[in-house]
């Protein structure tokens, strides 16, 4: 579905290198609230698939209201998200919602199992990306769809994290957008 490869895009003129390849999804982070309406259309025009991670936008409540708005208002294709809430509300409104893993220590990914059982995502989001060697072992424990992100400098790190049980990596390398 998302390919192998997913931009994570926050700046212009790597917009416009995504708009210009055949990759079909992209996260958007780092552009303010203002700049969202504008920046969707252009991609959904261009056939563009838009995920947006709700927590790195400016000005954008970090709450179910952002991400109905996200979802409502903006159509978007996605939401990317640690919080509980924001992928249970992706669920019900029939979008897709990507629960993201922050693996700091033990303790972080004791509580990302935990809170990820609960809510049963389809989509998992692991980072840094270091952390794709615990996915097969997290698939035991919580079946899903799982991506990775974080860090990723080089085709090397791209291959680990797909050699790994990955189905595809958040980057924002863009030399690494034409694996």
């Not at 097969?136 to 079946?143: G, R």
Request: charged share 25%; with cysteine; glycine share 6%.
């Amino acid at each position: 579905m998302f390919g192998n490869i997913i931009p994570a895009i926050s700046n212009f003129k790597d917009l416009e290198k995504f708009i210009q390849s055949k990759l079909k999804y992209c996260v958007l982070m780092n552009f303010r609230l203002a700049q969202l309406k504008d920046l969707v259309l252009k991609l959904k025009t261009n056939n563009k698939k838009v995920l947006i991670h709700s927590e790195l936008i400016r000005g954008l409540s970090n709450d179910k209201d952002g991400v109905l708005y996200l979802i409502q208002s903006l159509e978007v294709d996605g939401v990317i998200s640690s919080k509980p809430k924001a992928i249970e509300l992706c669920k019900k409104r029939g979008v897709i919602g990507i629960y993201r893993f922050f693996l700091k220590d033990t303790l972080s990914l004791r509580q990302s199992i935990s809170i990820a059982k609960t809510i049963k995502p389809e989509y998992i989001e692991v980072l840094p990306f270091q952390g794709a060697n615990l996915i097969k072992k997290l698939n035991k424990e919580v079946p899903s769809k799982y991506l990775s992100g974080g860090l990723i400098e080089t085709k090397e790190d791209v291959m680990f994290c797909l050699n790994n049980g990955v189905i595809a990596v958040t980057t924002s390398k863009t030399e690494l957008w034409d694996l």
